[in-house]
């Protein structure tokens, strides 16, 4: 898995958790599906994304170091 998708698992994941929370803790967890949200467009203009420095610093690769999938 590469970086990148690496950064779309854990956004879906934090939105589902937030979901999760919304329906058994309280509402105010929408706070956290917002702030995906917003972290995901703001890192589209400025193309800082915390989540990549953390999945880079966990070893992961970026798409054009991930291994090919072709078994010529």
């Not at 854990?10 to 702030?35: K, N």
């Not at 972290?39 to 090919?68: E, H």
Request: glycine share 6%; proline share 6%.
């Amino acid at each position: 898995m590469s970086v990148e998708n690496g950064v779309r698992v854990m956004a879906g994941a934090m939105v589902l958790i937030s979901v999760v929370l919304v329906l058994l803790v309280s509402p105010w967890f929408l706070a956290l599906t917002a702030f995906v949200g917003l972290n995901l467009i703001q890192s589209a203009f400025t193309g800082f994304c915390p989540a990549q420095s953390i999945l880079r610093k966990l070893g992961l690769p970026s798409s054009c170091q991930a291994p090919s999938k072709d078994t010529h």
